[in-house]
């Protein structure tokens, strides 16, 4: 299996950003996708969650201002993200939720400056 992040770049405060993940290789639909984001010098934290059903579940430091979508029958997400911060800034990565895939992707930079 393997995560193809892209669409990260660099934006100003309160901007706006998609980024899209293609997972291929797996045979199957997969039931939940995510995005999560390694903050520099941090660890990789969540960010937000869409299963086949399209239910939907975010990072409280997001809500509102993050939105996850997907094809229910392909294995592919998206997140736009509006009003970006400072501290969105990070790698984002995408993987399936739970017992992600290993390895994990290259992902895509996202630098929000001020």
């Known amino acids: 299996v393997q995560l193809q992040a892209s669409g990260g770049g660099l934006v100003q405060t309160g901007g706006s950003l998609q980024l899209s993940c293609v997972v291929s290789?797996?045979?199957?639909?997969?039931?939940?996708l995510g995005w999560y984001r390694q903050a520099p010098g941090g660890q990789r934290t969540f960010v937000a969650s869409?299963?086949?059903?399209?239910?939907?579940n975010y990072a409280r430091d997001v809500l509102g201002r993050f939105t996850i979508s997907r094809d229910r029958y392909k294995n592919e997400v998206q997140l736009q993200m509006n009003s970006l911060k400072s501290e969105d800034t990070g790698v984002y990565y995408c993987?399936?939720?739970?017992?992600?895939?290993?390895?994990w992707g290259q992902g895509t930079q996202v630098t929000v400056s001020s």
């Open positions: 869409i299963t086949s059903a399209l239910n939907t």
């Open positions: 290789g797996s045979r199957f639909t997969i039931g939940t």
């Open positions: 993987n399936k939720l739970p017992n992600p895939y290993e390895p």
